[in-house]
């Protein structure tokens, strides 16, 4: 599974082999193309468990207790439907949604569009950075300030991102270390939280909505349906080569993303219910209208003991961590889809039509197409005795494979017959005034 550069959605891209797709046997499932195809769901579910998202989950869990559950489930759902839309628009179009906009629509909305989405990222980064914020505080036991929090996570978020050099694969790779920290860390919470598994299973299965709820209810459907991750997925999905443009290759790339895309927003779900549930288990009840990110540490504290705040900031940290970090990749695709800005110049242009046809060759490498190009008719006799020359060893090697060639075709020479048809580059040569090589 090569990787390679690619100047258009993605840093980077890994090329997917191609299969025979007349082989009714390829239809079937395989885990091994699977893995090719994982990556782009990882990335896109961080949007899923961000440190917004977590205080939606820490206050619905504290303020409703499991009544919201359904909602939760529902919400993400829903979430997942919006992400295939734009997978698919990526991997059909080979665009993402950014260049779209920019293509289709008159220049006022364009910016329009653009600066909206642009706010959202901002929005979601402000409250990522804090997040991060608040977790190295509490892991530095309150040593560090909140204002050298915010500047060294965006200082590591910029550092990290240059893990994409490494290729593509290993960025990927991070990221589901980071997810796999925030499972760990809320699963061994949820483990010490002792959560009804009944009531939990309710709270999924039974759809009900207090009037008292509602607040928080909004709060939770708004924290999972970002628009800007829309921008973000259908880019990221471009990070796969496909093998073929046949349409069976893309309804199988289709399929695969769609699979790590349902697979990864399950993990975020389980994720979101690990605090969810914690809260509602520790603070339902108990009346706490200001809970929230900077003060959930001190009732996880106070209520199941000092080491669950470590273990509550470990997984703060990864949640804002990541997500800051593809809050500046969503950033990066959008800003390059609206506006027309300069490619980088270790980027090389891709072409949109054939390349033009080669120039003329120069008197010396004419002279050297000559000398090397046994037994083909350049059209004067002896060029090489009048050129005063001998055949330079391992030059013109293509004109000799072309001359033999012809020679077959054509048979023994006969007498007063034509000479054989001339290399291209040959007559280009002669062409140019590049005939006569000798004195």
């Known amino acids: 599974m090569p990787e390679a550069r690619n100047d258009g959605a993605a840093p980077a891209v890994v090329t997917v082999e191609d299969v025979n797709w007349d082989d009714p046997s390829k239809d079937r499932f395989s885990f091994r193309r699977l893995l090719q195809f994982m990556g782009p769901g990882i990335l896109m579910?961080?949007?899923?468990?961000?440190?917004?998202?977590?205080?939606?989950?820490?206050?619905?869990?504290?303020?409703?207790?499991?009544?919201?559950?359904?909602?939760?489930?529902?919400?993400?759902?829903?979430?997942?439907?919006?992400?295939?839309?734009?997978?698919?628009?990526?991997?059909?179009?080979?665009q993402h949604l950014a260049q779209h906009c920019r293509q289709q629509y008159p220049f006022v909305p364009r910016i329009a569009l653009w600066l909206m989405a642009e706010i959202a990222i901002i929005g979601s980064d402000v409250q990522e950075v804090i997040g991060s914020a608040i977790a190295l505080a509490l892991l530095s036991g309150g040593r560090l300030p909140l204002w050298a929090g915010v500047l060294l996570t965006a200082a590591d978020s910029f550092a990290l991102l240059f893990i994409e050099r490494l290729g593509i694969r290993v960025l990927e790779g991070f990221f589901a270390g980071m997810v796999g920290v925030m499972v760990v860390a809320f699963g061994v919470m949820y483990s010490r939280a002792e959560v009804p598994l009944d009531q939990v299973a309710r709270g999924f299965t039974v759809p009900h909505l207090p009037r008292k709820d509602l607040p928080v209810a909004v709060a939770l459907m708004g924290s999972l349906i970002?628009?800007?991750?829309?921008?973000?997925?259908?880019?990221?999905v471009q990070t796969r080569r496909l093998g073929s443009d046949r349409p069976a290759a893309k309804r199988e790339a289709l399929t695969y993303f769609g699979i790590e895309s349902a697979l990864s927003l399950v993990v975020a779900v389980v994720i979101n219910l690990f605090i969810t549930a914690v809260f509602a288990a520790g603070f339902s009840g108990a009346d706490l209208p200001d809970i929230g990110l900077q003060n959930a540490g001190k009732y996880l504290g106070a209520t199941?003991?000092?080491?669950?705040?470590?273990?509550?900031?470990?997984?703060?940290?990864?949640?804002?961590?990541?997500?800051?970090?593809?809050?500046?990749?969503?950033?990066?695709?959008?800003?390059?889809?609206?506006?027309?800005?300069?490619?980088?110049?270790?980027?090389?242009?891709?072409?949109?039509?054939?390349?033009?046809?080669?120039?003329?060759?120069?008197?010396?490498?004419?002279?050297?197409?000559?000398?090397?190009?046994?037994?083909?008719?350049?059209?004067?006799?002896?060029?090489?005795?009048?050129?005063?020359?001998?055949?330079?060893?391992?030059?013109?090697?293509?004109?000799?494979?072309?001359?033999?060639?012809?020679?077959?075709?054509?048979?023994?020479?006969?007498?007063?017959?034509?000479?054989?048809?001339?290399?291209?580059?040959?007559?280009?040569?002669?062409?140019?005034?590049?005939?006569?090589?000798?004195?």
């Not at 899923?48 to 993400?76: C, F, H, I, K, R």
């Not at 039509?353 to 000398?371: E, G, V």
Request: glycine share 14%; aromatic share 6%; net charge positive.
């Open 226 to 236: 970002m628009p800007h991750n829309i921008y973000l997925h259908s880019a990221l």
């Open 45 to 94: 579910s961080i949007a899923y468990v961000d440190p917004g998202n977590l205080e939606s989950d820490l206050q619905v869990g504290a303020q409703a207790g499991y009544v919201l559950l359904w909602l939760l489930l529902l919400s993400t759902f829903m979430g997942l439907i919006v992400q295939m839309q734009a997978a698919k628009l990526g991997v059909v179009t080979g």
């Open 304 to 439: 199941y003991g000092e080491l669950v705040v470590y273990i509550w900031a470990l997984g703060l940290l990864a949640a804002g961590q990541s997500s800051t970090m593809t809050g500046t990749y969503t950033g990066q695709f959008v800003m390059g889809g609206y506006l027309p800005l300069p490619r980088p110049s270790h980027v090389p242009p891709r072409p949109s039509k054939p390349l033009p046809s080669p120039p003329l060759p120069s008197p010396k490498l004419a002279h050297l197409l000559h000398t090397g190009s046994e037994g083909v008719a350049l059209g004067a006799s002896g060029a090489h005795t009048r050129s005063g020359h001998s055949p330079h060893p391992g030059s013109g090697a293509a004109v000799r494979k072309w001359g033999r060639g012809r020679k077959q075709q054509a048979g023994p020479a006969q007498p007063g017959a034509q000479p054989a048809s001339e290399h291209p580059a040959a007559i280009r040569a002669r062409a140019g005034g590049c005939t006569s090589l000798g004195g």
